[in-house]
């Protein structure tokens, strides 16, 4: 069901945010989401940590583009954009990320 939700939102707002972007000069290149357990996602959020709000549900597979990434506590988190919707940007867990 979990699953389903974030699919649905992912639909929504690729379709909302898929404008062009100006590219950003610590662009580090593309990166795939990896290790993700079948029936959940990696959570993008609004800032580099849990306490932060979940932006949007990423299954294993997607595309982003890193731009930054830093620690916070036991954790790397990446400031990353969706390949296909650049507009759409947060934070995730550097665990899942496998570069391309």
Known sequence: MRRTIFTAITGVLLGVFSGAEPAEAAWN?????????ADDMLKMRAGPGIGYNVIVGLPN???????????NGGTGWCKVSLKQSRGLKGYVSRTYLQEM
Do not use: A, M, P, W
Request: one cysteine or more.
């Open 61 to 71: 597979g997607t595309l982003v583009r890193i731009y930054s990434c830093e620690q």
């Open 29 to 37: 290149g593309y990166y795939e989401v990896v290790g993700v357990e």
